[in-house]
């Protein structure tokens, strides 16, 4: 079965910028976690996913690098330093993380010993729990901008999803798509398949990975900027995560948000985009339902 997605993880150095942009947005964030490995995040909570904006918390908790293990703190360090702000990573669903591993050896794919953390979450009514999750990551050398990882609850699921964090004053429903740009989209397209455990399927410039709903898109630099004018000028020299689509239940109440908040937006056919300025170095598409 087609792996899901999960979560996207937008990367920047100020953490408390994205919280402050995102609320313009319409986004309603939990409250600020912290994680053992030197990162600290806030969440959008969608229905059965979420947005995730990260930055660093204390960079003397970052591990050294391990062979054979995947450094979260140390690659959300990097890409900072590098890059700056983005889409760093995306984010499918588990149920078993190890299953997820054994699966992405068996496919000859790069992967890692299994990531297993707790933090404490702050609930809406003022209590803090502790919640858990199993991470299983998969990367390719010639990709280093494309990381994926599963990921795997290991707490209740009425500890982590909370109706108060699901309601948002843009109507955002559930994140349906991540796209990519690369040079070869027929090659990224691939390992991503490989990834998703799903066809790609060729489109105008580029390949559909996955179900509608939960998809990645990979396109050519012309095609993202047919479809995304704010792209034109993206950085497509490796494959990268450039832009992601949330499915909004009224659209006219998102654009309401965004015209009070005299921020810049594009209309186009059944969404509204926002420029990359706009949201940290990605572009987002708020799409009617």
């Not at 087609?2 to 309603?28: K, S």
């Not at 999750?133 to 901008?145: G, I, K, N, Q, W």
């Not at 709903?213 to 494959?239: F, H, I, K, N, Q």
Request: charged share 25%; glycine share 6%.
């Amino acid at each position: 079965m087609a792996r899901r997605l999960d979560h996207i993880v937008l990367c920047a150095p100020d953490l408390e910028a994205m919280r402050q942009a995102y609320g313009r947005l319409g986004f309603t964030l939990t409250p600020r976690a912290v994680h053992p490995f030197g990162t600290r995040n806030h969440l959008a909570q969608l229905q059965d996913n979420f947005i995730e904006l990260l930055s660093i918390d204390d960079p003397a908790q970052i591990p050294p690098d391990a062979p054979g293990r995947f450094n979260f703190g140390g690659r959300a360090r990097d890409y900072i330093a590098g890059r700056r702000q983005g889409l760093m990573m995306t984010v499918l669903a588990s149920r078993d993380a190890d299953a997820d591993i054994a699966e992405f050896r068996a496919k000859a794919l790069d992967t890692y010993e299994r990531l297993d953390f707790g933090r404490d979450a702050r609930l809406p009514d003022g209590q803090t729990v502790r919640v858990g999750f199993s991470l299983a990551f998969v990367t390719r050398p010639d990709m280093p901008e494309a990381t994926f990882f599963c990921c795997q609850q290991r707490h209740p699921p009425e500890l982590f999803w909370k109706p108060d964090y699901q309601r948002h004053a843009n109507t955002a429903r559930r994140l349906a798509e991540v796209v990519m740009v690369a040079p070869d989209p027929q090659l990224a397209a691939a390992h991503v398949g490989r990834v998703l455990d799903a066809p790609a399927t060729a489109i105008d410039g580029g390949f559909a990975v996955g179900a509608a709903g939960d998809r990645v898109t990979v396109l050519t630099p012309a095609a993202l900027a047919a479809r995304y004018p704010e792209l034109s000028a993206v950085d497509a020299a490796a494959p990268r995560f450039v832009a992601y689509a949330v499915i909004v239940d009224d659209l006219a109440a998102a654009r309401r948000v965004l015209d009070d908040g005299a921020i810049p937006c594009r209309p186009a056919a059944g969404s509204i985009v926002l420029p990359p300025a706009q949201a940290f170095g990605v572009a987002i598409e708020l799409r009617a339902a």
